[in-house]
Structures are given as C-alpha cells and as structure tokens.
C-alpha cells in the first residue's frame, strides 16, 4: 500500500483537458431553486393522487387511512420545498 501512495505522490495528474467553469451564487441559487420546485410539484401531485384515492376508498377504512398518509406526507414534502427555497434565498441574498 506504501509503494502506491508513493507513486500516486509523484505522479502528476493532467487535468487540463476537464471544463473549468465558474461557480457563483446566482447558478447555485438557480439550480437548487429548480430543484425544490420539482419538489413542490411533486407534491402538489401527490396530494391529488392522495385526494382520489381518498374518494375512491368509499368507506373502506384501510384504503381511507391510506390516502389521508399520502395527502399528510404530500403536504409535510411541500411545507418542506417552501421552506427550503426560502432559505436559499435568504442565504444566496446575503452572500
């Protein structure tokens, strides 16, 4: 194991060839932005999956049970995409 730390030590890495980009905060705050907006989406989605399962359970307490976790979780995810893109902001703006 001696022997290949002291070739990967001397041994020079070309990385001339990999893409050098600049990173700042407004494609950082761009990109997390979108992402918690999937999020969101993905639980407004879920929340209306939630909803007709809940009226297509008719009465059947197991499948009731089921879509009132799907509709909590959905909301809990939104509440949590909300509060991230809010942070985000917040921190991307006093940077």
């Known amino acids: 194991m001696e022997h290949l730390a002291q070739i ?10 990999l893409p ?16 918690f907006t999937i999020i969101g ?5 879920f929340v209306t999956i939630g909803g007709f399962r809940y009226v ?10 089921r879509a009132k976790g799907t509709i909590l979780y959905a909301i809990i995810g939104l509440l949590i995409s909300i509060t991230a893109v809010a942070i985000v902001t917040f921190v991307m703006g006093k940077v």
């Not at 990967?8 to 060839?17: E, H, Q």
């Not at 989406?41 to 989605?45: F, G, K, Q, T």
């Not at 297509?56 to 049970?65: I, L, V």
């Open 8 to 17: 990967l030590a001397v041994t020079p890495l070309d990385v001339s060839p």
């Open 20 to 35: 050098h980009t600049a990173a700042n905060s407004a494609h950082l705050k761009l990109i997390l932005t979108l992402v």
């Open 56 to 65: 297509a359970a008719q009465g059947n307490p197991q499948a009731a049970e």
């Open 41 to 45: 989406a993905l639980s407004v989605l």
